[in-house]
């Protein structure tokens, strides 16, 4: 399980690069105040969650 984490905290850095716009979709959150910032990705969530649903429910299909 954590190399799955540490593997998807790459490919977000990897999209940050590229200049793709994970983390930074309409309905994320993201306050500063000073020297102190709280974020907090609400559609960056449900967007993966999304993907990684689909991408889990086609290999279960392609396993029975």
């Known amino acids: 399980m954590g190399v799955i984490i540490a593997l998807v905290g790459i490919g ?3 999209a940050a690069r590229l200049n793709l716009p ?3 979709l309409p309905g994320d959150i993201s306050l500063q105040k000073g020297r ?8 960056t969530s449900l967007v993966l969650s999304v993907i990684l649903t ?3 429910w086609f290999i279960q299909s392609l396993r029975k």
């Open 12 to 14: 977000i850095w990897a």
């Open 22 to 24: 994970v983390g930074k």
């Open 36 to 43: 102190t910032t709280f974020y907090f990705p609400i559609a």
């Open 54 to 56: 689909a991408v889990l």
